[in-house]
């Protein structure tokens, strides 16, 4: 391959065009936009800036949140410290610092966004908002809106989560979570650096519906959207049975991140998998493995084994997890109590924010560590009321 064609520069294709180039391949990425503001909440797990230490080791504007609080109606709310703390960015922030390191390894960044692709034997040949260009392979990283439909993972509407919220002016120390009754999703505050990210996410509801719900919860914390500016996104939340069929490679191509629908089901989050995606078609297509073919068999291979077998038991639980009942209530209300009750289910609330919790090994750790965190629980209710004006949260 002589030269290879990034179809978008956000993270991942930014990232895979860094591994790319690194390794003296031609690279050009086409991107519109390069660095923009991304609507999320922005944020690294401790998995993520781990295995990729440059995330954390820079100049870039960030900050480190040390604490979470969870909340969900009947469940009240329970503070997390995390041991591993989570890592926000400005997305345009990252995105720029990504582009930069994909320039400084040789990758050719183009202000141009990717209109149509068409296969010949030679290659490709892409049509631009700059003109025409030629690449012998093509890695898209054009994110969940992807107009290109041949290529990439095929979106149907159950495969789909609305995101959307404010940035507002204002700081806080910490991340606060909502859960909230009915709603497959969740409501988020993040620390960015000079403002908040105040969204709601979502699967099964009409942004309409969430953006009411999310205007609720800002009232009640007095939290003006007349001071933010508005932001929606698309996410993939790939459901559980399209997983075994996502279409992450074919003739001459891979997808990578959002594009590929690597998305957390359950979370939302997808910064990770677009890094981790990224490095892994570079892997692929840098091996010594056989012919071009071997390659693109390799690629998705490697992202069941890594990740994408874990994300796809995440699916399959993730309805049950948001709208579930578990002993006389609510999932999400009785893991806020169990967060703030129970020491053993708080370590695995930390694993899971830390990304070191697989939605794999989850089912046989909390079998494991169940009969304790119910007796933690049962034990913090019943000092409530032998202690006199004791609440429950203050008793751990």
């Not at 999932?331 to 703030?340: C, D, G, K, Q």
Request: hydrophobic share 40%; proline share 5%; net charge positive.
């Amino acid at each position: 391959m002589k030269r290879i064609a990034i179809l978008g520069g956000g993270p991942a294709g930014a990232f895979a065009a860094e591994r790319l180039a690194s390794a003296g391949l031609r690279v050009a990425v086409f991107d519109e936009k390069l660095a923009w503001e991304k609507p999320c909440g922005g944020g690294l797990t401790y998995k993520a800036y781990s295995q990729y230490p440059f995330l954390i080791d820079n100049s870039m504007p960030k900050r480190l949140v040390h604490e979470t609080v969870l909340g969900a109606p009947g469940g009240g709310e329970a503070t997390l410290k995390l041991t591993d703390p989570m890592l926000i960015y400005s997305r345009f922030d990252l995105n720029r610092m990504l582009l930069e390191r994909a320039e400084r390894a040789g990758a050719q960044i183009e202000k141009a966004r990717v209109l149509k692709m068409t296969r010949h034997s030679a290659g490709w040949q892409l049509k631009t908002t700059g003109g025409t260009a030629t690449a012998d392979f093509c890695i898209v990283a054009m994110g969940a809106r992807n107009p290109l439909r041949d290529v990439g993972t095929e979106l149907k509407p159950q495969d789909t989560m609305a995101a959307l919220g404010y940035y507002v002016p204002g700081d806080q120390q910490r991340i606060d979570l909502r859960f909230l009754p009915g709603l497959e999703g969740y409501i988020w505050i993040f620390p960015r650096c000079g403002h908040l990210s105040v969204g709601i996410c979502g699967k099964g509801e009409p942004a309409a519906a969430l953006r009411a719900r999310l205007e609720r919860f800002m009232a009640e914390r007095g939290i003006s959207p007349r001071d933010g500016r508005f932001y929606s996104h698309l996410l993939p939340s790939l459901d559980s049975g399209s997983w075994q069929d996502n279409r992450v490679a074919g003739d001459g191509w891979m997808a990578v991140g959002d594009s590929a629908g690597l998305v957390d089901p359950l979370t939302g989050e997808g910064l990770y998998y677009a890094i981790r995606s990224a490095d892994l078609a570079a892997r692929a297509l840098l091996s010594e493995v056989g012919d071009l073919a071997e390659k693109l068999a390799q690629y998705p291979a490697l992202l069941r084994r890594d990740f994408a077998s874990d994300l796809e038991f995440g699916a399959r639980i993730a309805k049950r997890f948001f709208v579930g009942r578990i002993l006389f209530g609510a999932v999400t209300e009785r893991m806020v109590e169990l967060t703030r009750r129970s020491p053993r289910f708080s370590l695995i609330m930390q694993d899971l924010f830390a990304g070191r919790q697989t939605y794999t090994g989850l089912k046989r750790r909390l079998l494991r560590n169940l009969n304790g965190s119910l007796f933690d629980l049962a034990m913090s209710f019943g000092l409530a009321r032998v202690v006199p004006g004791q609440s429950p949260s203050c008793l751990l």
